[in-house]
């Protein structure tokens, strides 16, 4: 859908002045930096705790050339909200002045593993009904540089030091589908053997529903696990909240799905943030278990409490009505969690992720 002129959803491109992000290159890229070998250069740049104080740690002829020719500065913190349970939002300025927001979330304190959420757009064009990204409209898309800058400026500024320790979710501000040939970019990068070498197992890329993207991610390489936020069961109500339904339906992205091809230990993620008097009730989660179908080992459902804030009127329901859904979905053979939303104190829960 996007690259239609006119179409209301279409995102402006990332912002294209000056000399690109060197954290968006490959090691290709870099075959003519002078004195040093590609692989070291690409290395450098992706690894902070190789660092010195003023930046990766190269040769002066590789790191003039660099500067030369690229744009080596980090996307800058420009605050950080320590959250109680030990998240920490962090909000970071692009080069042309926008702010988007990232996620840092260690496992807990004995535990150096760390899952990094992580905005693929300034802004959402989806308007899903629920969310405070949805209501600020779409600014643009992030490049691929904006992208693993993000991660590489969380880890240098946060930790952890052990690259095997990092899950990504692109679960922050933005449709991940929506910009999917610089989010599929920036996870060459960040799966690359000879940089972070995040595999994609441990790679979610979280989508509202748009059925072209899925369809096109499916064969792309590497892959990521992919997550569905579903949040309603028949198409009247799905349309409401999230209007990408009225374009693709239920019955569209479970055909979707059947077509993606689970690879073996792969599973689908199907978030369901729970509103209450809107998908909540025990006839809900029965119509979710009949959507499933045949996916019944292919699936884990993280039920999400809905974060209030002010731009949204719903609410969450009842622990009472949250109880009987997921008692409901394990009777009919789902797998179901309810997610921990990390960061709530400090607005950087699912969905408050707000400028
Ligand atoms: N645009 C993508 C990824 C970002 S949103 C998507 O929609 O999947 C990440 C998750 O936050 C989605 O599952 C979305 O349903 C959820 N979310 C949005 N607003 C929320 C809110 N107010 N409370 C709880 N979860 C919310
Ligand atoms: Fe965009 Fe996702 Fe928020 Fe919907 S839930 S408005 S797709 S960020």
């Known amino acids: 859908m996007s690259g239609t002129a006119g179409n209301p959803w279409d995102a402006p491109a990332p912002e294209g002045e000056g000399r690109p992000s060197a954290y968006g290159l490959l090691p290709e890229d870099l075959a003519e930096a002078p004195g040093s070998r590609p692989e070291h250069v690409f290395a450098r740049l992706q690894r902070p705790w190789t660092w010195r104080e003023e930046g990766p740690c190269l040769a002066r002829p590789a790191r003039e050339w660099l500067a030369e020719h690229f744009d080596c500065g980090l996307p800058e913190r420009v605050e950080s909200h320590p959250s109680e349970d ?152 799905r349309s409401r909240v999230m209007p990408v339904n009225r374009v693709w339906s239920l019955a569209r992205l479970r055909a979707a799905l059947d077509a993606w091809g689970l690879a073996p230990g792969e599973k689908f993620l199907l978030e369901y943030v729970l509103l209450a008097g809107e998908n909540d009730t025990p006839e809900d989660a029965d119509r979710l278990a009949d959507w499933l179908g045949e996916l019944r080992t292919g699936h884990n459902i993280n039920l999400i409490r809905m974060n209030e804030h002010p731009a949204s009127s719903f609410r969450q329901p009842p622990e009472a009505s949250l109880q009987a859904f997921l008692d409901r979905l394990k009777e009919r053979g789902c797998f179901v969690t309810v997610r921990k939303s990390r960061g709530r104190d400090v607005q950087g829960a699912c969905g408050q992720l707000l400028k």
Request: net charge positive; glycine share 10%.
């Open 86 to 237: 030990g998240a920490t939002k962090v909000v970071l300025r692009l080069r042309d002045g926008e702010r988007i927001e990232a996620v840092h979330m260690p496992r807990d304190v004995r535990n150096p593993r760390v899952t990094l959420c992580l905005s693929s757009q300034v802004g959402c064009a989806m308007g899903c009904t629920f969310c405070a990204t949805g209501a600020m409209g779409i600014r643009r898309n992030l490049s691929a540089g904006e992208i693993v800058g993000q991660v590489v400026a969380l880890i240098r500024a946060l930790g952890p030091v052990q690259p095997h320790a990092i899950t990504l979710v692109f679960m922050g501000m933005g449709e991940p589908l929506h910009n999917l040939d610089n989010v599929h970019r920036a996870i060459r990068i960040l799966n690359h053997p000879g940089g972070l070498n995040i595999s994609t197992r441990r790679i979610t890329v979280s989508t509202s529903g748009l059925v072209p993207a899925i369809e096109r991610l499916a064969l792309m390489r590497p892959r990521p696990w992919l997550a569905l936020s579903l949040n309603a069961t028949t198409d009247e109500a």
